[in-house]
């Protein structure tokens, strides 16, 4: 599909927000909050949802993307990402084709979450399923597709069956891989993690308490991308190296985080997300206006 009109709308920056923040904020407060996030000028809001199983940790995400949407006249919102285990693929384009007839041009569709078991195989037939119901169900209706890529057989196949990627919490040098598979029609739409700290000490063991839970010394798809590029057992053991958190989170002040951040945008992205690591809606929001005035200069 032509994607002119979404880079258009989405411009430089914006906001990714964790599904257990949204689930403990009351839904009048996210209005007001995203509401806010357009007059900062940020382009997007996202967020996604917990493996299917998985204790209650987020809302139902077409159902949070909704609210997103309402509350806001221009802003796109994002899926980042539904996860494929938590619903069959006619029910996925479903929902995805019923909120981008409501809202034109104001839904991008990320989609991940495949079982451990032939990923990329699985991730195929499921984009194979939703391709068949969207020949029958709302066929009329277009949304951006993109896919939770990090590897060469994941870019492989965003190449060939989706928009683009939107990878989650990676080096800039993985922004630059993503833009060199997928070639520059596709979308890069990134995650960048921020503190606006400029203790180092406090400002990693924000991103460690995040990545400590459930995951210490376990493999996940995330470690193995971090070896391709160069990180190796060290990096990854216990609370992770500093070496690492640096290169997967944006700390300091104002300035050296919005550095970060166009460091992103001259590797290859198309549209940023900002995740300040902080402990409300409201306080993160707070972080996004110290963080707008260096960052309207970027805006496309």
Same mark, same amino acid.
């Given at each position: 599909m032509d994607l002119r009109e979404t880079r258009d709308r989405l411009g430089a920056f914006g906001v990714w927000i964790a599904p257990m923040t949204l689930l403990d904020t009351p839904v009048s407060v996210q209005r007001e909050q995203f509401a806010r996030v357009e007059r900062l000028g940020y382009g997007s809001v996202w967020t996604g949802e917990p493996p299917a199983g998985a204790p209650a940790s987020g809302r139902e995400i077409f159902a949070q993307l909704s609210v997103v949407l309402g509350a806001t006249r221009r802003l796109v919102a994002g899926a980042g990402i539904a996860n494929i285990s938590s619903r069959v693929p006619t029910t996925m384009h479903a929902a995805a084709a019923t909120l981008a007839e409501a809202h034109p041009g104001r839904l991008v569709l990320g989609l991940g979450g495949q079982p451990a078991d032939r990923p990329i195989t699985r991730l195929r037939e499921y984009l194979d399923a939703m391709d068949e119901a969207a020949t029958r169900l709302l066929p009329d209706i277009r949304y951006p597709r993109v896919l939770a890529a990090l590897g060469p057989k994941a870019h492989l196949l965003a190449a060939e069956?989706?928009?683009?990627?939107?990878?989650?919490?990676?080096?800039?040098?993985?922004?630059?891989? *993503?833009?060199?598979?997928? %070639?520059?029609?596709?979308? $890069?739409?990134?995650?960048?993690?921020?503190? #606006? &700290?400029?203790? =180092? @000490?406090?400002?990693?063991?924000?991103?460690?308490?995040?990545?400590?839970?459930?995951?210490?010394?376990?493999?996940?798809?995330?470690?193995?991308?971090?070896?391709?590029?160069?990180?190796?057992?060290?990096?990854?053991?216990?609370?992770?190296?500093?070496?690492?958190?640096? *290169?997967?989170?944006?700390? %300091?002040?104002?300035?050296? $985080?919005?550095?970060?951040?166009?460091?992103? #945008? &001259?590797?290859? =992205? @198309?549209?940023?997300?900002?995740?300040?690591?902080?402990?409300?809606l409201t306080a993160a929001v707070d972080q996004l206006e110290s963080l707008a005035p260096r960052l309207r200069p970027a805006r496309s």
């Open positions: 069956r989706a928009d683009g990627v939107h990878p989650f919490l990676q080096p800039v040098e993985h922004t630059e891989i *993503a833009r060199k598979s997928l %070639g520059p029609g596709a979308l $890069v739409i990134p995650h960048q993690a921020l503190v #606006l &700290d400029s203790d =180092a @000490d406090t400002a990693r063991a924000r991103l460690r308490a995040i990545l400590n839970i459930g995951q210490r010394n376990v493999e996940t798809p995330y470690s193995a991308n971090y070896r391709r590029l160069g990180y190796g057992d060290a990096d990854l053991a216990d609370d992770r190296s500093d070496r690492l958190i640096d *290169a997967t989170l944006a700390w %300091g002040e104002e300035g050296a $985080v919005a550095r970060r951040l166009r460091d992103h #945008l &001259d590797a290859g =992205a @198309d549209h940023v997300l900002l995740h300040p690591l902080a402990g409300s």
